[in-house]
T-cell receptor, first 116, second 113 residues
Framework: AQKVTQAQTEISVVEKEDVTLDCVYE???????LFWYKQPPSGELVFLIR??????QNEISGRYSWNFQKSTSSFNFTITASQVVDSAVYFC?????????????FGGGTRLMVKP | DSGVTQTPKHLITATGQRVTLRCSPR?????VYWYQQSLDQGLQFLIQ???????AKGNILERFSAQQFPDLHSELNLSSLELGDSALYFC????????????FGPGTRLLVL
């Protein structure tokens, strides 16, 4: 069965610091998809990125970057020069291609607090 | 704004009651998903519909049921409510329901007293 672990339940940084959120996953499938979602204090879930298991290229989008390593089953998320607006709960999620449908299995989330 | 709408935003009810949560997917999306977010269980997948048919089922209680209508909107019915059903219920949608990004609505916050 698939599983996603976000070992860091809470991280606190000061504005402009870099911060990395860890995500480790377990799956028996060779084809799967990994996601990151952001949940700001207002409560909605905002999609950030989707990665398939065959694409191990790291991705950068502005201050956000993602490091996907199949060898360690990790999909870590780094925010560079953090800002107060980055304060949110961040969820890593996994979807297995062999499952009927498209269900997401979420990690427990990491609460990021960026202090001014 | 993801384009997924959910009503109501907040719902307060009593134990034993029944409520209906409504979701309208993004324009063009055929698949709808329901998730429950609670403090003790985290974010859990409940059920998925594709073009009116049930596609996948997760940890959905027997007291809960859902359906997707011909206009593609979906309803999640929660009955015989218990205190533990208090949670944030999310709806998400995607185009075909296979190997895709799901876009989430703002959620319905349910409080059972």
């Amino acid at each position: 069965a698939q599983k996603v672990t976000q070992a860091q339940t809470e991280i606190s940084v000061v504005e402009k610091e870099d911060v990395t959120l860890d995500c480790v996953y377990e799956t028996r499938d060779t084809t799967y998809y990994l996601f990151w979602y952001k949940q700001p204090p207002s409560g909605e879930l905002v999609f950030l990125i989707r990665r398939n298991s065959f694409d191990e290229q790291n991705e950068i989008s502005g201050r956000y970057s993602w490091n996907f390593q199949k060898s360690t089953s990790s999909f870590n998320f780094t925010i560079t020069a953090s800002q107060v607006v980055d304060s949110a709960v961040y969820f890593c999620a996994l979807s297995e291609a062999d499952n009927a449908g498209n269900m997401l299995t979420f990690g427990g989330g990491t609460r990021l607090m960026v202090k001014p | 704004d993801s384009g997924v709408t959910q009503t109501p935003k907040h719902l307060i009810t009593a134990t034993g009651q029944r409520v209906t949560l409504r979701c309208s997917p993004r324009s063009g999306d055929l698949s709808v998903y329901w998730y429950q977010q609670s403090l003790d269980q985290g974010l859990q997948f409940l059920i998925q519909y594709y073009n009116g048919e049930e596609r996948a089922k997760g940890n959905i209680l027997e007291r809960f049921s859902a359906q997707q209508f011909p206009d593609l909107h979906s309803e999640l019915n929660l009955s015989s409510l218990e205190l533990g059903d208090s949670a944030l219920y999310f709806c998400a949608s995607s185009v075909t329901g296979e190997r895709e990004t799901q876009y989430f609505g703002p959620g319905t916050r349910l409080l059972v007293l």
